[in-house]
């Protein structure tokens, strides 16, 4: 498992040095978009609207939209030094609470802790504690240049930590459109749909559910695989081989269509010569007749 991080964890006196791992992944199925003509991947480049062009890295600043359409530029040398400032290798115990007191909306991403170099006692002593009291680790803790709110606590004996949104970041309830007011309820339809809750109801086992549809998409793809209907993107190499060849299949049209020529016309030379002799040589001499009858 890839270490993504190394810290600590602090609460009170007590320092735990850490190792974060993510505890999650995207299983999701990611479909490349290919031409359709000869399947490579089809690229996206960064354009600017502006000037019509194609702009490399070099050319792009970080900026921040306070009006609609108008930005304040920050630099990389601004947003380096104000991440040194606040980035802090350490995940911050401050208050500790109870997990049911946190309204699942507010989870965000889950990541395991493994303990650090000589870090073993202090982690199982915060793991037991925590496990005892039945309590959670608000903490704080600044990953990737952004500061984040989080909870600690234990997970088959191993601590996890999860980020949770800050109460600005979880949108209004009341902006939500065509909620119905809560109201009194039909009796006889209520405990029918008790009744049915209560039929439903077992313990939650995480293994009995599946993505039904990515798996379908594995076998279909497994299928193709199976009858060789995969494809492979033109590389390099292919294509300036199709540039070479076709340069060669073009000279040498050319080249034959010269040869062509000057074999027709001298074969066209050749026959000519050939009338010409033929005719000469079947022509009557009188002007030497002539001179042999004046000598009689």
């Not at 735990?16 to 299983?27: G, L, N």
């Not at 039904?212 to 695989?225: F, G, M, N, P, S």
Request: glycine share 4%.
């Amino acid at each position: 498992m890839h270490t993504m991080w190394k810290g600590s964890i602090s609460f009170g006196l007590v320092n735990i040095p850490i190792k974060m791992y993510s505890a999650t992944e995207d299983k999701d199925i990611k479909l490349r978009t290919l031409h359709k003509e000869c399947h490579s991947p089809i690229k996206y480049e960064k354009v600017c609207p502006n000037c019509e062009r194609e702009v490399e890295q070099d050319d792009l600043v970080k900026g921040y939209e306070y009006v609609k359409g108008k930005y304040v530029i920050l630099s990389d040398e601004e947003l380096k030094q104000l991440k040194e400032e606040h980035e802090d290798k350490s995940v911050k115990i401050i208050d500790f609470v109870r997990l049911e007191d946190i309204d699942p909306i507010y989870f965000n991403r889950s990541y395991f802790l493994g303990p650090g170099e000589n870090g073993s006692k202090a982690y199982s002593l915060l793991r037991e504690a925590l496990f005892d009291s039945k309590k959670i680790g608000v903490a704080e803790i600044t990953i990737r240049s952004k500061q984040q709110l989080a909870i600690v606590r234990v997970y088959k004996d191993c601590l996890v930590m999860e980020t949770v949104h800050y109460p600005d970041e979880v949108r209004k309830v009341t902006d939500v459109p065509s909620v119905p007011e809560r109201k009194d309820v039909d009796k006889k339809e209520l405990d029918t749909a008790i009744t049915l809750i209560d039929q439903l109801t077992t313990e939650f086992d995480p293994e009995k559910y599946h993505d039904d549809y990515r798996e379908a998409v594995l076998r279909l793809v497994q299928e193709k695989i199976n009858k060789e209907e995969g494809t492979t993107k033109p590389t390099d190499s292919d294509k300036s081989n199709v540039v070479d060849l076709m340069s060669a299949l073009q000279a040498s049209i050319e080249r034959t269509k010269g040869q062509g020529e000057q074999t027709v016309k001298k074969k066209t030379e050749t026959k000519v010569e050939a009338n010409e002799k033929e005719t000469s040589s079947t022509q009557p001499k009188k002007r030497t007749t002539r001179k042999k009858k004046a000598s009689s």
